[in-house]
C-alpha cells in the first residue's frame, strides 16, 4: 500500500495551522512541518497534532526552501501543501484513491478563497502538488516555485485531476504577510515580468489593500495573456476590474468590463453582483433586484462562488422597499430568519408593525437582539411590541 508525506512550510502560522493540520490527518503517514523561524506557537500546534517538526534559517527563495522540506520526507508519495491551505473530506478522499495508480505526478486545482463584501470567489490555479517521492524531483524558481521542471527533464507525464487545495491567505486581514509578500513580488517581477501566477497574487494582495490603480495593472497583464491561468480565474480578475471602475466613478466602463468577464464565464457571479452594485449607486433598483435575484439562483450549485445569504436578502429587501413593495420584502424578511442580519431583522419588524402584525414583528426583534450593534435600542422595539400585543 502506497504511504504518504505530508509536507509544509511555515513560519508563524498559529492561526492557519490547526484547521491545515486537522484536514490532512486521515490521509497522512507523516506530517513534516519545516519551521522558517515562528515566534508564536507554530512548533507547539504542530507537535500537538502529531507532525515532525524540522528547522530551518528562512533564505529568500521558496524553490530552495521547499527542497529543504522535501529533504526531509521518507514516505512514497509527497503532498506539497501551505500552512493557510485545507483539504476537504472529498478531496482527502481523491487523494487516497490517487496514490493507488500509477501515475508519477498529479496537476491539483488550488482554490484560492478571495471574499468580498457578500460574496467570496474561488480562484483556480493549477498546481502540481502530489507527486511521488524521488531524488531527481526537485523545486527551482525562488517565489512561483515549481516542480514541473525537474518533472520534465525526466520525462513524467503529469496526470491532471480533480484534486481541490483550498487556499486561505486572502481571506482574513494578513497585511503584514500581504507586505511581505508584495516586497517579493515585486522583486521577482523585475527577474521575471511575465509570470502570471506572481502578477495574478500581486493584483488580488493590491485590491485587499486598497491599491486598486497598481492592482488593475496586475490584473490587465494577467487577463490579456493567453496561457498559464484557468478561464474561470481570468473572469474573475475581469470582474475585479470591473469593480475598479465602479469604486473609480465609471459606472459604464464598469458594467462593460462586468458584460465582458460574463462572457468568458456565463456564471461568473462576482460579475452580476458588481453589476447589481453599479445599478445600487445609479439608484436604478428595479435592475439591482433582478441581478441580485440572478445572483441567488445562480450561486446555489456553483464550484466557483458563494454568497451570504442573509447579507444577499438584505440588499434585495431593500431594493423592493424603494420600489415600494413591502410584501414581497417582508417575504424575504421570513426567509431570513435562519440567516438572520440585524438590518434585514429590524426592517422585518417595522414592515409588521406597519400591518399590525406585532407577534410577527416581536419576533423579528428578537432576533436582531442578539446582533444588535445598540442592544438598548432593540429592547425599547421588543417593549413597545408587547406593550401593543398586551392593547390588542
Known sequence: MSTLSVCCLARNEESFLPKMLASVKDIADEIIILDTGSTDRTIEIALEHGARV????????????????????TQDWV???????????????????????RAIAYQCMVMNVFPYKMLTSFLPFAS??????????????????????????????????????F?????????????????????????????LWIRSHQGLSLFMDQEFGKAEKSFWIAVSALREIENETRSILMALIAEIYRLQHKPVQAKLQALRAKRLMTDNSLADYITALVDLDSKSYDSAER??????????????????????YTQII?????????????????????TPTYEGMIIGGALSERKKDYAHALEYYRRALPIAPVPSEVQIKIENCQKLLQSV
Open 291 to 312: 441581478h441580485l435575484e440572478y445572483l441567488d439562483a445562480n450561486t446555489l450549485a456553483s464550484r466557483y462562488f458563494t454568497v451570504n445569504k442573509g447579507e444577499l
Open 79 to 101: 503532498l506539497m501543501i501551505d500552512a493557510d491551505e485545507r483539504i476537504t473530506p472529498k478531496n482527502a478522499e481523491r487523494i487516497k484513491t490517487a496514490i493507488t495508480r
Open 318 to 338: 431593500k431594493c423592493l422597499l424603494h420600489l415600494g413593495r413591502h410584501d414581497t420584502a417582508l417575504q424575504y424578511a421570513e426567509i431570513m430568519m435562519e
Open 54 to 73: 524540522e528547522t530551518a534559517e528562512w533564505e529568500e527563495d521558496f524553490g530552495a526552501m521547499r527542497n529543504k522540506l522535501l529533504g526531509h520526507a
Open 128 to 165: 502540481i502538488r502530489l507527486f511521488r517521492r524521488d531524488d531527481q524531483f526537485y523545486y527551482s524558481e525562488r517565489v512561483h516555485e515549481s516542480i514541473q521542471h525537474s518533472l520534465t527533464k525526466q520525462s513524467v507525464d503529469v496526470i491532471s485531476s480533480e484534486i481541490e487545495i
Open 167 to 195: 487556499h486561505y491567505g486572502f481571506s482574513e486581514g494578513r497585511a503584514a504577510r500581504r507586505f511581505r509578500n508584495k516586497r517579493v513580488f515585486e522583486s521577482e517581477l523585475l527577474r521575471n515580468p511575465n509570470d
